[in-house]
């Protein structure tokens, strides 16, 4: 008999006793393979179950159940996009932080990306280059000369292009041995085979630094509360004001309906935009994002700042969606807004203890 609760927030997705059961022993005596173990804590994260009470009951660590959660997700697209069945039945039993990491592309660069891994039997830290270079390479207008749209040439461009900045001579000639190895056409093998040749070193304009703010104290995360209005009033008027939910970790806001608020506090940067509006998202969404596992963050666009400058970043438009980029040229394409501030949750080191105020006050 499992000890999970059932989660009243989520009747809609809530799993009857018996098939939780079933989910739990599976996970317990990993039955199957990872795919469908991250399908199962899936299931079971939708009804309502969090991942500390899975954790508990099958011995699947928080981060691990998003691993496989995310991979599953990923390796159910790699068909989709047209991968190949042996890339298929290899990661079917294997692989799900590799595929984690390709979980930002598209369908058919995931497909394509997937491949590639398989082909160069890449590892995490690998696999994790060749995205963010399959990503940074989709969002050219006009592809640079000599190179394809192929995930092999998206790699090697990149090793091109930093081996071009370097002017140690081991880092240039493994750059160029790392290149060479993923060029998949002749031209762009050409590219860098010229490298050898050439020692001229251009140097990169330095990206700016993204604009990170964060909540540090209590005074700092304001409380919306919602008006009734002014006296007199009915006790319909009190009764009609809808309930307001406090969604962690940035204290958004939602009433009925699909509009949502967020409070921020009052920083001079905020003050002085014109039209700003909020974009949630995962630290890895970000340009130059680190290696650190993604956390939640909250960006701050100006809709009225639609002007390029090299210093800020913008949101513009990709494969019909928002991204967020730095050009250090004029791009020549429409951008919606600007970057002005991103916003990092408050740091709670215990927030149950938060919660319990003898426990603050002693």
């Not at 991968?83 to 984690?100: M, Q, W």
């Not at 940074?136 to 090793?159: E, I, K, M, N």
């Not at 002749?186 to 990170?212: G, W, Y």
Request: hydrophobic letters at 40%.
């Amino acid at each position: 008999m499992t000890n999970l609760s059932s989660n009243a927030q989520n009747p809609e997705n809530a799993l009857n006793e018996d098939v939780v059961k079933d989910l739990l022993q599976k996970l317990r005596q990993k039955q199957g393979n990872w795919v469908e173990w991250g399908v199962a804590i899936a299931s079971l994260q939708k009804s309502g179950y969090n991942p500390q009470e899975i954790f508990e009951e099958t011995g699947f660590e928080p981060i691990q159940q998003n691993q496989v959660i995310v991979g599953s997700q990923v390796y159910n697209s790699l068909e989709k996009g047209g991968a190949s069945e042996a890339t298929r039945s290899h990661y079917a039993t294997r692989g799900s932080d590799i595929l984690y990491e390709l979980r930002l592309l598209t369908h058919e660069q995931r497909a394509a990306a997937a491949e590639l891994t398989f082909t160069h039997k890449l590892d995490m830290d690998e696999a994790r280059e060749v995205a963010k270079a399959i990503k940074d390479f989709s969002r050219f207008q006009t592809l640079p000369s000599g190179f394809s749209a192929h995930p092999g040439d998206a790699v090697a461009y990149q090793a091109w292009k930093l081996a071009r900045q370097y002017t140690d001579l081991q880092e240039r000639s493994r750059l160029i041995a790392k290149g060479l190895r993923f060029a998949h056409t002749p031209t762009a093998r050409n590219q860098i085979e010229q490298l050898l040749l050439d020692f001229t070193v251009t140097s990169q304009k330095p990206a700016p630094i993204l604009p990170f703010y964060r909540f540090e104290s209590e005074d700092e995360l304001p409380r919306i509360v919602p008006v009734v209005g002014e006296l007199p009033l009915t006790p319909q008027d009190l009764q009609s004001v809808p309930m307001v939910e406090n969604i962690p970790p940035f204290g958004l806001v939602k009433f009925a309906g699909e509009q949502a608020w967020v409070p921020l506090p009052g920083w001079q940067v905020l003050l002085n935009a014109e039209d700003p509006v909020v974009i949630l998202c995962n630290s890895d969404r970000l340009p130059n994002a680190d290696n650190n596992p993604p956390k939640p963050v909250l960006v701050v666009v100006d809709r009225d700042q639609r002007e390029w400058d090299d210093s800020n970043y913008f949101v513009v438009e990709h494969d019909g969606e928002l991204d967020f980029q730095w050009f250090d040229t004029d791009p020549k394409i429409s951008l919606l807004g600007k970057v002005i501030v991103i916003v990092r949750p408050k740091k709670i080191f215990d927030e149950f203890i938060s919660k319990d105020i003898w426990q603050i006050e002693e």
